[in-house]
Nanobody
Framework: QVHLVESGGGLVQAGGSLRLSCAAS????????MGWFRQAPGKEREFVAG???????YYADSVKGRFTISRDNAKNTVYLQMNSLKPEDTAVYYC?????????????????WGQGTQVTVSS
């Protein structure tokens, strides 16, 4: 059974930073792509960032240059460093485990999801 547990969300002022963590268990973490998605109130869930098993990264245009995804295979953890946060970044952020090595923007590419962590950016 694969489990993904996010942490690190909270309330921050615009321009501030947060780092989200996602601890994975239940399979060989290093073999799989990992992603971050988010869902704002009244909106559909959207892709934020992804990292392949080999370390290649992908970002939504809205977060490029501000967010950084990384992984520590020794700790079975994927991170999302969020800088220069904006009120429009407010959402529940979900960690997602890929079906294979690739981590792209398509939800069908992922078969495991965390419970989500709330990020609120005040203006």
């Amino acid at each position: 059974q694969v489990h993904l547990v996010e942490s690190g969300g909270g309330l921050v002022q615009a321009g501030g930073s947060l780092r989200l963590s996602c601890a994975a268990s239940g399979r060989t973490f290093s073999r799989y792509g990992m992603g971050w998605f988010r869902q704002a109130p009244g909106k559909e869930r959207e892709f934020v960032a992804g990292i392949n098993s080999g370390g290649s990264t992908y970002y939504a245009d809205s977060v490029k240059g501000r967010f950084t995804i990384s992984r520590d295979n020794a700790k079975n953890t994927v991170y999302l460093q969020m800088n220069s946060l904006k009120p429009e970044d407010t959402a529940v952020y979900y960690c997602a485990g890929g079906r294979g090595t690739i981590a792209n923007r398509f939800e069908e590419n992922y078969n495991y999801w965390g419970q989500g962590t709330q990020v609120t950016v005040s203006s």
